[in-house]
């Protein structure tokens, strides 16, 4: 089955349990508008020829919102199966947004810095003269390929193109700071799943069912694919939860170190070779697929699409596995695995930090200012007070260090990470809550959530109630 297919399905069951009408349902499954681009740019004298796609999904809310991923592997049913779940995802974590996605067809590696720009303000200037990227109809992000350079280079081309849109800079996100960015958006997915994981861990219910360790730091952890998303949650987990990460895997192999990687150590070694193997802190073995394979209590897929399927299932030996990457698991590997009682806690809810965050910084560039910045000092202020006062009631005096870290004031990056953490809880609790109803696994339960709010817009704007 194709990726969109396997979503669909998920959506059927989920559907039939909130006793959706057959053309209510088709609706809200299909794809509401596509484009399909042919980007001629000139390199070295010679046209070369990138077929793209932007896929919106749903307009139930606008703008609607998705990543723009460079790769060989775009196509238009995976980039229509991904802009479905962007829409479901946006729904469970209460973000306003209907959902869409796009992608080149295209190596970045095979391109220097100069032709990939050219090949990005080519491909954008198509998007935007359809009314495909807009702060107001269609923002893009950085997805596998891209990152806030691309969007960088997207922001300039819808100025030029757009240049009475006070509100420019909301025509993407994931941009660099300086361009109306917001601190913490590179971490935002990787923190997001590294809050999803500490929710399980506040419900031992959750972890008894999953048959894991009481504490987070007692269980082993393996971390598929090392870019931004899996390299920052693995950072997260290993500083802030004391997590223990037995094996990180790449394209071209995976590193394995029974009693743990010291994760800062291999982020710096990537940074400056590329790779992780690094024989220091662990053993590196050529053999990718095989690291799905390896026990352990907690498997977190942070690569692409369809790594555990129909082929590899019964070769899997984890307790947990929570799905950073989009669709890593087939619709008929779910379903054995769920019947072999393994927890799997879903790609639309568990890697929605990103848009979330990817919210906050819309927002900031549609209200023009920067969070934190109205209140920040008042709030250092007030607390400055109330040591004061203490010290006085007291007969004391407080350190000026202690009292430097108690006063400071929420910043940017802490407001998006504060507004990150609890979307990512809330968003758990709703759906753990939906599971002890209707009784189903957490896949079958994120949907259902997601497909309740998602009705609701259609009956308020005069679809028949259903």
Same mark, same amino acid.
């Given at each position: 089955?194709?990726?969109?297919?396997?979503?669909?399905?998920?959506?059927? =069951?989920?559907?039939? &349990?909130?006793?959706?009408?057959?053309? &209510?349902?088709?609706?809200?499954?299909?794809?509401?508008?596509?484009? =399909?681009?042919?980007?001629?740019?000139?390199?070295?004298?010679?046209? %070369?020829?990138?077929?793209?796609? !932007?896929?919106?999904?749903?307009?139930?809310? &606008?703008?609607?919102?998705?990543?723009?991923?460079?790769?060989?592997?775009?196509?238009?049913?995976?980039?229509?199966? /991904?802009?479905?779940?962007?829409?479901?995802?946006?729904?469970?974590?209460?973000?306003?947004?209907?959902?869409?996605?796009?992608?080149?067809?295209?190596?970045?590696?095979?391109? $220097?810095?100069?032709?990939? !720009?050219?090949?990005?303000?080519?491909?954008?200037?198509? /998007?935007?003269?359809?009314?495909?990227?807009?702060?107001?109809?269609?923002?893009?992000?950085?997805?596998?390929?891209?990152?806030? !350079?691309?969007?960088?280079?997207?922001?300039?081309?819808?100025?030029?193109? =757009?240049?009475?849109?006070?509100?420019?800079?909301?025509?993407?996100?994931?941009?660099?700071?300086?361009?109306?960015?917001?601190?913490?958006?590179?971490?935002?997915?990787?923190?997001?799943?590294?809050?999803?994981?500490?929710?399980?861990?506040?419900?031992?219910?959750?972890?008894?069912?999953?048959?894991?360790?009481?504490?987070?730091? +007692?269980?082993?952890?393996?971390?598929?694919?090392?870019?931004?998303?899996?390299?920052?949650?693995?950072?997260?987990?290993?500083?802030?939860?004391?997590?223990?990460?037995?094996?990180?895997?790449?394209?071209?192999?995976?590193?394995?170190?029974?009693?743990?990687?010291?994760?800062?150590?291999?982020?710096?070694?990537?940074?400056?070779?590329?790779?992780?193997? %690094?024989?220091?802190?662990?053993?590196?073995?050529?053999?990718?697929?095989?690291? /799905?394979?390896?026990?352990?209590?907690?498997?977190?897929?942070?690569?692409?699409?369809?790594?555990?399927?129909?082929?590899?299932?019964?070769?899997?030996?984890?307790?947990?596995?929570?799905?950073?990457? %989009?669709?890593?698991?087939?619709?008929?590997?779910?379903?054995?695995?769920?019947?072999?009682?393994?927890?799997?806690?879903?790609?639309?809810?568990?890697?929605?930090?990103?848009?979330?965050?990817?919210?906050?910084?819309?927002? =900031? +560039?549609?209200?023009?200012?920067?969070?934190?910045?109205?209140?920040?000092?008042?709030?250092?202020?007030?607390?400055?007070?109330?040591?004061?006062?203490?010290?006085?009631? $007291?007969? $004391?005096?407080?350190?000026?260090?202690?009292?430097?870290?108690?006063?400071?004031?929420?910043?940017?990056?802490?407001?998006?990470?504060?507004?990150?953490?609890?979307?990512? !809880?809330?968003?758990?609790?709703?759906?753990? %809550?939906?599971?002890?109803?209707?009784?189903?696994?957490?896949?079958?339960?994120?949907?259902?959530?997601?497909?309740?709010?998602?009705?609701?817009?259609?009956?308020?704007?005069?679809?028949?109630?259903?």
């Amino acid at each position: 089955m194709s990726f969109k297919d396997n979503v669909n399905l998920h959506v059927d =069951k989920s559907a039939k &349990l909130l006793n959706f009408s057959d053309d &209510l349902l088709e609706h809200l499954k299909s794809i509401h508008s596509l484009i =399909k681009v042919n980007v001629g740019v000139v390199l070295d004298g010679k046209i %070369n020829n990138f077929t793209g796609w !932007r896929a919106v999904h749903s307009e139930h809310i &606008l703008p609607t919102k998705g990543g723009l991923r460079y790769s060989e592997t775009v196509d238009q049913d995976d980039t229509e199966a /991904l802009a479905s779940l962007m829409t479901y995802k946006c729904a469970i974590v209460n973000i306003p947004f209907g959902g869409a996605k796009g992608g080149l067809k295209i190596n970045p590696k095979n391109y $220097t810095m100069p032709q990939l !720009r050219e090949i990005t303000k080519a491909f954008a200037s198509k /998007l935007i003269n359809k009314g495909f990227i807009s702060p107001a109809l269609n923002v893009p992000a950085p997805d596998v390929g891209t990152s806030e !350079r691309e969007m960088e280079w997207i922001l300039e081309t819808y100025k030029t193109l =757009k240049p009475d849109d006070i509100n420019y800079r909301g025509c993407v996100t994931g941009k660099p700071l300086h361009r109306g960015g917001i601190a913490g958006r590179t971490e935002a997915t990787g923190r997001g799943i590294e809050e999803v994981v500490r929710e399980i861990f506040r419900h031992e219910d959750v972890v008894k069912e999953a048959g894991l360790k009481n504490e987070l730091k +007692d269980n082993e952890i393996i971390v598929q694919g090392f870019g931004n998303v899996g390299s920052n949650l693995a950072k997260h987990l290993y500083n802030r939860d004391n997590a223990k990460i037995i094996a990180i895997g790449e394209y071209d192999g995976y590193l394995y170190n029974k009693k743990g990687i010291d994760i800062n150590a291999l982020i710096e070694f990537y940074k400056t070779n590329k790779t992780i193997n %690094n024989p220091k802190l662990g053993k590196f073995k050529n053999n990718p697929s095989e690291l /799905l394979e390896l026990d352990c209590d907690i498997l977190i897929p942070a690569a692409l699409e369809n790594a555990i399927t129909i082929d590899n299932v019964d070769k899997i030996k984890t307790k947990l596995i929570i799905e950073a990457a %989009n669709g890593p698991i087939s619709f008929e590997a779910d379903q054995k695995l769920f019947e072999k009682g393994v927890m799997i806690i879903p790609d639309i809810y568990v890697n929605a930090g990103g848009v979330v965050v990817s919210y906050f910084e819309w927002v =900031k +560039d549609i209200s023009h200012i920067r969070f934190g910045r109205v209140e920040k000092r008042f709030q250092e202020q007030k607390i400055l007070d109330i040591i004061d006062l203490i010290d006085k009631k $007291t007969n $004391t005096k407080t350190d000026f260090d202690t009292i430097k870290k108690i006063i400071h004031g929420a910043d940017e990056e802490d407001l998006a990470f504060s507004g990150l953490e609890d979307s990512m !809880r809330n968003a758990f609790i709703e759906i753990y %809550n939906a599971k002890k109803q209707i009784k189903k696994s957490f896949r079958d339960s994120a949907y259902y959530v997601s497909l309740k709010k998602i009705r609701n817009f259609y009956t308020v704007e005069g679809f028949p109630k259903r």
